[in-house]
T-cell receptor, first 114, second 112 residues
Framework: NAGVTQTPKFQVLKTGQSMTLQCAQDMNHEYMSWYRQDPGMGLRLIHY???????DQGEVPNGYNVSRSTTEDFPLRLLSAAPSQTSVYFC?????????????FGNGTRLTVT | DAKTTQPNSMESNEEEPVHLPCNHSTISGTDYIHWYRQLPSQGPEYVIHGLTSNVNNRMASLAIAEDRKSSTLILHRATLRDAAVYYC?????????????FGPGTSLSVIP
């Protein structure tokens, strides 16, 4: 069972560069989301999607774009990387948006912006 | 939105039970209480959830106070692999970003 797969595991970018963090799930989950985790800040929600073609902003969406063209994939795009985007990024999914539906997380992408 | 209070850190001896408390005094009647844990260098992992009744699964037990303002995650015999940050999350919906909030959690250390 692959679950939630994130690529790459590590990435170093220069300020101003763009890149896409990939997230794929093989569980046919309806809901997918992106979090960033910074020391002492817990996890903060960036964007989420409740189904293919539907996305919405979370708590910290600035500097990030998302799209959801298929149920399986939910890529996160950094259009012009900034040092403030240095963080660990986690993708999560759940079968539905129901409150008793647990989140399944990937193992993260560690991004450094110099 | 329900807010939580958890101890910053706890210690346990290996093979002893661990009780991890969480206060969520502003929880609403339909908020499920979820617990996740995060091992070093990994993503959070679902542990257990419940609404009103106590719950058991292969990983842990969840004891929910009668007034639902607090809950306790119980690890029956701590192992070294249980050393992690434990998050208590009361939430209703995932369609509003402020409903699923991962706070700092409790960092559990297990002493051999």
């Amino acid at each position: 069972n692959a679950g939630v797969t994130q690529t790459p595991k590590f990435q170093v970018l220069k300020t101003g560069q763009s890149m896409t963090l990939q997230c794929a799930q093989d569980m046919n989950h309806e809901y997918m989301s992106w979090y960033r985790q910074d020391p002492g800040m817990g996890l903060r929600l960036i964007h989420y999607s409740v189904g293919a073609g539907i996305t919405d902003q979370g708590e910290v969406p600035n500097g990030y774009n998302v799209s959801r063209s298929t149920t399986e994939d939910f890529p996160l795009r950094l259009l012009s990387a900034a040092p403030s985007q240095t963080s660990v990024y986690f993708c999560a999914s759940s079968s539905t948006t129901a409150p008793n539906s647990p989140l399944h997380f990937g193992n993260g992408t560690r991004l450094t912006v110099t | 939105d329900a807010k939580t209070t958890q101890p910053n850190s706890m210690e346990s001896n290996e093979e002893e039970p661990v009780h991890l408390p969480c206060n969520h005094s502003t929880i609403s009647g339909t908020d499920y209480i979820h617990w996740y844990r995060q091992l070093p260098s990994q993503g959070p992992e679902y542990v257990i959830h419940g609404l009103t009744s106590n719950v058991n699964n292969r990983m842990a037990s969840l004891a929910i106070a009668e007034d639902r303002k607090s809950s306790t995650l119980i690890l029956h015999r701590a192992t070294l692999r249980d050393a992690a940050v434990y998050y208590c999350i009361p939430y209703l919906m995932k369609t509003s970003y402020d409903k699923v909030i991962f706070g700092p959690g409790t960092s559990l250390s297990v002493i051999p």
